[in-house]
T-cell receptor, first 112, second 116 residues
Framework: DQQVKQNSPSLSVQEGRISILNCDYT??????FLWYKKYPAEGPTFLIS?????DKNEDGRFTVFLNKSAKHLSLHIVPSQPGDSAVYFC???????????FGAGTRLTVKP | EAGVAQSPRYKIIEKRQSVAFWCNPI?????LYWYQQILGQGPKLLIQ????????DSQLPKDRFSAERLKGVDSTLKIQPAKLEDSAVYLC??????????????FGSGTRLTVV
């Protein structure tokens, strides 16, 4: 069962523009949401997270927005840089439970 | 701080053979996870250890997969016998504490297994 869905397998944006990656989830028990970034031949690296008590968390060029009523979160990268080109995974887990579920990933390509 | 170490990086075996993967988590990280990532999909949790005890192995195909974490540090994941559908990247991750969700996990580079 796919409890975390990333419906866009790929996204291409121009350098300097905003990248918006989307993620939907179905399990209302999810309490923590995370984004991971993955380069080829490397493991995913933690990027940013958000707790369900917040609707926005910002870290430099990266902002995650959470809409609990819609069970939707998004990652905004602005401005996008060529080095941001990677696969981005959305992940979610219930409170105090480490059963973290991942989406299938979105491949972001930032063109110079 | 050294990262999560995994070996081997690549492995090719024939179906019905056995294979083992090794993981050394970040020093001091109590929680260790094994994930399976099939091409085109997100990582799927196979098993989670807290120190040397199993917290969750509900998604581990126990008829062919086994894992252990002796002494609460290194861990090995074994497949015996392998099937074609086991071809995937096997990722090991660790976190400082149970419930490390706020801070994410640290993943190793993975072992890419090809079963032919």
């Amino acid at each position: 069962d796919q409890q975390v869905k990333q419906n866009s397998p790929s996204l291409s944006v121009q350098e300097g523009r905003i990248s918006i990656l989307n993620c939907d989830y179905t399990n209302s028990m999810f309490d923590y949401f995370l984004w991971y970034k993955k380069y080829p031949a490397e493991g995913p690296t933690f990027l940013i997270s958000i707790s369900s008590i917040k609707d926005k968390n910002e870290d430099g060029r990266f902002t995650v927005f959470l809409n609990k009523s819609a069970k939707h979160l998004s990652l905004h990268i602005v401005p996008s840089q060529p080095g941001d080109s990677a696969v981005y995974f959305c992940a979610a887990s219930p409170h105090n439970n480490n059963d973290m579920r991942f989406g299938a990933g979105t491949r972001l390509t930032v063109k110079p | 701080e050294a990262g999560v170490a995994q070996s081997p990086r690549y492995k090719i075996i024939e179906k019905r053979q056995s294979v083992a993967f090794w993981c050394n988590p970040i020093s001091g990280h109590a929680t260790l996870y094994w994930y399976q990532q099939i091409l085109g999909q997100g990582p799927k949790l196979l098993i989670q250890f807290q120190n040397n005890g199993v917290v969750d192995d509900s998604q581990l195909p126990k008829d062919r997969f086994s894992a252990e974490r002796l002494k609460g540090v290194d861990s090995t994941l074994k497949i015996q016998p392998a099937k074609l559908e086991d071809s995937a990247v096997y990722l090991c991750a660790s976190s400082l504490e149970l419930g490390g969700s706020n801070y994410g996990y640290t993943f190793g580079s993975g072992t890419r297994l090809t079963v032919v």
